[in-house]
Nanobody, 124 residues
Framework: VQLVESGGGLVQAGGSLSLSCAAS????????MGWYRQTPGNQREMVAV???????DYADSVKGRFTISRDYAKNTAYLQMNSLKAEDTAVYYC???????????????????WGQGTLVTVSS
């Protein structure tokens, strides 16, 4: 499975950006999809995650400003980012957990994959 991210770029504080992440490849099911971000010298942190059932979870720092959504038919997740702040500047990584069938008996295995990352820069 591969994740292809798009969106990101440079925006002024208070502005909006949208990210998208499309999953492709061979899998039985895409489970959760989400976005994480990382700044130099810091650990990668969860921004927003959406489950296969549509339940979403957000970091406290983005609640009310970011919205994650998902197109199940296209295996694509979206992150709408509004009211952006300078502290939102980071490399944003798409994440997906998925299930594959590993043998003819139908045994399944859960795996994870990350996108290549896209830079979001918010100027103050």
């Amino acid at each position: 499975v591969q994740l292809v991210e798009s969106g990101g770029g440079l925006v002024q504080a208070g502005g909006s950006l949208s990210l998208s992440c499309a999953a492709s490849g061979s899998f039985y099911r895409i489970n959760a999809m989400g976005w994480y971000r990382q700044t130099p010298g810091n650990q990668r942190e969860m921004v927003a995650v959406i489950t296969s059932g549509g339940s979403a979870d957000y970091a406290d720092s983005v609640k009310g400003r970011f919205t994650i959504s998902r197109d199940y038919a296209k295996n694509t997740a979206y992150l709408q980012m509004n009211s952006l702040k300078a502290e939102d500047t980071a490399v944003y990584y798409c994440y997906a957990s998925y299930t594959v069938v590993v043998n003819v008996e139908g045994a399944r295995r859960d795996l994870e994959v990350w996108g290549q990352g896209t830079l979001v820069t918010v100027s103050s």
